[in-house]
Nanobody, 114 residues
Framework: QVQVVESGGGWVQPGGSLRLHCAAS????????LAWFRQTPGNDKQLVAS???????YYTNSAKGRFTVSTDSTTTTLDMLMNSLQPEDKGIYYC????????WGPGTQVPVST
């Protein structure tokens, strides 16, 4: 069974940077996708960026040019470096592992404020 855990969240000022880390463990084999989602109060989780096990990446328009995902090919991990953070980027960031079924981590808070 796959388990997912996020780390790296924390308070940051507008214009600042933060790196989030996601690690998936357990029965990960074959083709899979790791993705970062953001959720704000009262809203559904929204996709931010993703990477497949073939290193294909995807970014939403709001993430392009500011966020970069990367992985260590020897592990099932997905880092996301977030630059030029703005108040609208704040929320709880969740990592999702999908290999047939989807598995979510517990989330990590990213408050962006002065």
């Amino acid at each position: 069974q796959v388990q997912v855990v996020e780390s790296g969240g924390g308070w940051v000022q507008p214009g600042g940077s933060l790196r989030l880390h996601c690690a998936a463990s357990g029965s990960t084999r074959g083709f899979y996708t790791l993705a970062w989602f953001r959720q704000t109060p009262g809203n559904d989780k929204q996709l931010v960026a993703s990477m497949t096990s073939l290193n294909t990446t995807y970014y939403t328009n709001s993430a392009k040019g500011r966020f970069t995902v990367s992985t260590d090919s020897t592990t099932t991990t997905l880092d996301m470096l977030m630059n030029s953070l703005q108040p609208e980027d704040k929320g709880i960031y969740y990592c999702q592992h999908r290999e047939g079924r989807a598995t979510w981590g517990p989330g990590t808070q990213v408050p962006v404020s002065t």
